[in-house]
């Protein structure tokens, strides 16, 4: 029976081998999991704006409803660098109540009852989540059909950007930029700087002067 | 896609040990290879995989000719650094894409010895069959597209064979292939590549 020694050996050994296959998530680093995905309203020049105003709280939208507004170290710190980012390039920061050109939120979509979140559905829902009354324009309806429709299965830092300094004359408050961090380490306060500035670093054409 | 493997290996390894008992000339090969990405394939994955197995149950019919089935596994990986990527809605996405493929064969192998019975012996073999292939490219940690096909596979090789042992019926052997891998998906045609083996044999009696 000697010979069949041989059949656990080799079974053994490619089983083994079998195993040895190499892992894409595991040979990533953490800066490597995160995607940085913007998009723009094409048709927007944005030099045409000189100033800006950003929302002082995030919103936690959860499961396609706003779960609160929190303003804890984390998010004090990404409003900062997202407010420094447009500083850099040329714009002037103004209070809310100034008639700022450019209205910026910041959101931390999570889904935790579907496992994604659509994100179609998070701007036909917008208006819930930031109301227009917070720039000054109560009533007033959120438009941009650029934005593309993607679903995702985890939480997701949103930055997005609206034309205030139009909004009267169109009677509504168009998006213009959106930027999307997603991934491991994307609501990590260490990272806040590098995702800031890599949503920035691919969007040249954010600047007063082209 | 390793339940597949598993299943793969199990069939081998139970045929091995139901016709070992009707036959004295059988004989199992475990191999090490590598994979070298040529063509088009390298548009995909350029890396070389050091990252591959075989198993070969062969019937010596005499000295020279043996025949039987072949199966392992080759795993081909690429990690590209950060770009930016132009999605289909227009969006700028900033990722790091790493491509993944797995080939598993499952094919029937002819092999022909020269200069049997000499202490070096040449051989050429020719195998043919199927291919389960498994693709699947990421961004960043996500998913970004996958499929798993399985499709014609051939693989002419060849090599030299070294006897040792007791009665000369164990052996070392190195050899080299080609594999034809049609793969058409996405942008991809094909996976052809280039094998480097080596192998121990093993009498099964």
Known sequence: MKQYAIVPFAAAALFLLASCTKDPIKNLNADENRLYITNRDSSTNFSSFKTFSISDSVAIIRNDRQHEKTRDAFDTAFIAAVSNAMVQRGFVPVPKDQNPDLGINVSNIINTYSGYVDYGNYYNDYYGYWDPYYWGYPGYGYYGSYIGTYQVNEGVISVDMFNLKDAAANGKIKAIWNGVIRGTGNDNIANISSNVKALFDQSPYIKVTQ | ?205
């Open chain 2, 1 to 205: 896609m390793k339940k597949i493997q598993y299943i793969a290996i199990g069939c081998l390894l139970f045929c091995s040990t139901t016709v070992v008992a009707q036959t004295n000339d059988l004989t199992l090969k475990i191999n090490y290879g590598a994979g070298i990405p040529v063509g088009s394939f390298k548009d995909v994955i350029s890396n070389t995989s050091y990252r591959g197995f075989g198993a070969e149950l062969m019937y010596h019919i005499n000295k020279s000719v043996a025949v039987g089935l072949e199966t392992g596994s080759q795993d081909f990986y690429q990690k590209y650094p950060r770009q930016l990527y132009k999605a289909g809605d227009g969006s700028d996405i900033s990722a790091v894409l790493t491509n993944s493929i797995q080939a598993v064969p499952i094919m029937l192998k002819g092999q022909y010895n020269f200069l049997a019975g000499k202490a070096v012996q040449p051989y050429v073999a020719l195998a043919a069959g199927g291919n389960i292939i498994r693709f699947n490219q990421y961004a960043g940690q996500f998913t970004n597209d996958a499929k798993t096909k399985f499709g014609f596979a051939a693989s002419p090789e060849a090599g030299v064979y070294i006897p040792f042992g007791r009665y000369k019926r164990a052996g070392f052997s190195v050899g080299a292939g080609y594999n034809f891998m049609p793969f058409n998906y996405s942008d991809i045609s094909n996976l052809n590549n280039i094998s480097a083996k080596v192998g121990i044999s093993f009498p099964l009696d």
